[in-house]
């Protein structure tokens, strides 16, 4: 199984863009698609980017998804950022068997 | 948009057993496979496992093997996880997820 490695924190401020990475650890990051789930403190995890680079509706179009294959990585860029997006941020993936894998998260401070 | 709609918190004694349920709305109950996925305290989201909700086929994570079973009713549109000898560190929220859509979560304490 491979796993799926987050920076453990991140801080940035307000208006700036902010890129999280999400590094495969073995197999190619575009044989199974990414998804991406924003989680604010005390509440459930709510789903922000799908299959990569697909954001659900309702998500702003400050949020975009992309993956690299030369770094093997996924990436999940939040533009014109406001003090609301303050949140832990979960990559995810499915190995060969479509079991899921997770990211350690990566927790975003607005400052 | 599929709303899912899981059982309230529950409280436990180590080596009992606990029943969380997952009820989706709209009428594509058996279109989408739905996940478990559990956050201790403090800690990261793990998956559990999915079950195939046209077949009833359940898929475990290799960590959660044995103790942690999942069922469903599609005549009520609901999925179950029963855990069973639970422990300590059993104690935390279990959410359910189909397609881009979470439960709100159920907390499961276990302790003495």
């Known amino acids: 199984n491979f796993m799926l490695t987050q920076p453990h924190s991140v801080s940035e401020s307000p208006g700036k863009t902010v890129t999280f990475s999400c590094t495969r650890s073995?197999?190619?990051?575009?044989?199974?698609?990414v998804q991406w789930y924003q989680q604010r403190p005390g509440s459930a995890p709510t789903t922000v980017i799908y299959e990569d680079d697909q954001r659900p509706s309702g998500v702003p179009d400050r949020f975009s998804g992309s993956i690299d294959s030369s770094s093997n990585s996924a990436s999940l860029t939040i533009s014109g950022l406001k003090t609301e997006d303050e949140a832990d941020y979960y990559c995810?993936?499915?190995?060969?068997?479509?079991?899921?894998?997770f990211g350690g998260g990566t927790k975003l401070t607005v400052l | 948009q599929v709303q899912l709609v899981q059982s309230g918190s529950e409280l436990k004694k180590p080596g009992a057993s606990v029943k969380v349920s997952c009820k989706a709305s709209?009428?594509?109950?058996?279109?989408?496979?739905l996940n478990w996925v559990r956050q201790a305290p403090g800690q990261g989201l793990e998956w559990l496992g999915w079950?195939?909700?046209?077949?009833?086929?359940?898929t475990n994570a290799q960590a959660f093997t044995g103790r942690f079973v999942f069922s469903l009713d599609t005549s009520v549109r609901t999925t179950y996880l029963q855990i069973s000898s639970l422990k300590a560190e059993d104690t935390a929220i279990y959410y359910c997820?189909?397609?881009?859509?979470w439960g709100q979560g159920t907390l499961v304490t276990v302790s003495s």
């Open positions: 709209g009428n594509t109950f058996t279109t989408y496979a």
């Open positions: 997820v189909r397609g881009i859509e």
């Open positions: 073995s197999g190619s990051i575009a044989t199974n698609y």
């Open positions: 079950i195939d909700t046209n077949t009833g086929r359940p």
């Open positions: 995810q993936s499915y190995d060969s068997s479509g079991n899921g894998v």
